[in-house]
């Protein structure tokens, strides 16, 4: 797959996810209606409960819109990767939301335990039955995105909505039927531990992409194994890999090769970008071929793993502070040569 088809399918996979999601929005306000008129209706704190989640779900969506729509927006001066980040960010900000969405439910289950509240009427149910089926259909559509991680943060969002409303009308029955009240408190609780758990995953991957790690599933042996192993390089260090975005994976590294004309050494470089390409999934690769073993020259630890560091810029800064002074030394140095020469 050329490095021209790859990004092709990102600008399609976002543009079908920001159409869903631009209909998952509009779908959410219609719930966020029907669970308020209905928890109205029904003097149901549990339904307007459900409804101060619903809130939650309008902004993770939004907030997801408005990411992949900023993805879309190409590369410049000053944001040389484009804006794949902003969707990065987004996914961020909506696991913590999950996070405290599910110590708040923890909370008021806590509450419940201690005071339950008994199920008010019929219009609570019917305006649930409404939630849960719109947030079903709007959850399993986004699911055909679950690879792009903003979306898969906001649909996480939108099942969530439907365990806390399963939840409520589970309970619902079960009181109805036996007169347990406990059991609106337990569904909360294990609804809370769900969305828990599923934020935590996203947060552990954002920040993973947000501190430049190696991507998830990809060995660091075998892809060094697998760059030997092309005809020409003898050795690879330097070796940087990491995620751009979700499923966009960058790579740059020094390969040492013999010492070649650039017309000979291109079949090369082709071959190691068609190989990770194909078998790692690395779209964005930048090597460097050497013909001398001297990466110790540019890493400060001589090994596969380069110690970066900060450029000294302190002798400059001082040049370029007094250009005057720097031009009067270079005519002194030359005035100096010729006399010398004479």
Not at 214 to 229: E, R, Y
Not at 288 to 307: D, R
Request: aromatic content about 6%.
């Amino acid at each position: 797959m050329s490095n021209g088809q790859s990004g092709y399918t990102h600008t399609h996979t976002h543009g079908l996810a920001k159409q869903k999601l631009r209909l998952a929005f509009f779908l959410t306000v219609i719930i966020l209606i029907a669970e308020l008129v209905g928890g109205l209706l029904a003097n149901s704190l549990a339904l307007l409960s459900d409804a101060g989640h619903v809130v939650t779900d309008i902004f993770a969506l939004g907030l997801a819109w408005f990411a992949t729509v900023q993805a879309e927006r190409p590369a410049n001066a000053h944001k040389t990767f484009g804006y794949h980040r902003v969707g990065i960010l987004a996914s961020l900000v909506n696991a913590v939301m999950l996070i405290v969405i599910a110590f708040a439910i923890l909370l008021e289950a806590i509450q419940r335990f201690q005071h339950p509240e008994p199920v008010q009427s019929l219009v609570m149910f019917i305006a649930a039955g409404i939630g849960i089926a719109i947030n079903l259909f709007i959850g399993f559509g986004l699911q055909k995105e679950g690879d792009n991680l903003n979306v898969r943060a906001a649909m996480l969002h939108v099942f969530g909505d439907v365990g806390a409303s399963v939840g409520v009308i589970v309970a619902g029955i079960i009181i109805l039927l036996t007169g347990w009240t406990i059991a609106d408190p337990l569904l909360s609780v294990g609804i809370a531990a769900l969305i828990a758990i599923s934020a935590w995953r996203i947060l552990r991957e954002t920040t993973d992409i947000l501190l430049e790690a190696v991507p998830k599933g990809l060995s660091m042996p075998n892809l060094v194994k697998d760059m030997k192993s092309v005809e020409g390089v003898q050795d690879v260090h330097d070796l940087h890999v990491w995620s751009i975005t979700s499923n966009m994976y960058a790579l740059s590294c020094h390969a040492l090769i013999e010492n070649l004309p650039p017309s000979n050494s291109s079949s090369i470089l082709h071959s190691l970008n068609t190989m990770l390409n194909e078998k790692y999934h690395i779209g964005h690769a930048t090597i460097q071929f050497e013909c001398e073993p001297h990466q110790e020259t540019y890493c400060a630890v001589n090994g596969l793993y380069c110690h970066m560091e900060g450029v000294k810029q302190e002798c400059d800064d001082q040049k370029y502070a007094n250009p005057r002074r720097l031009s009067e030394g270079t005519l002194g140095q030359a005035s100096a040569m010729q006399k010398g020469s004479s």
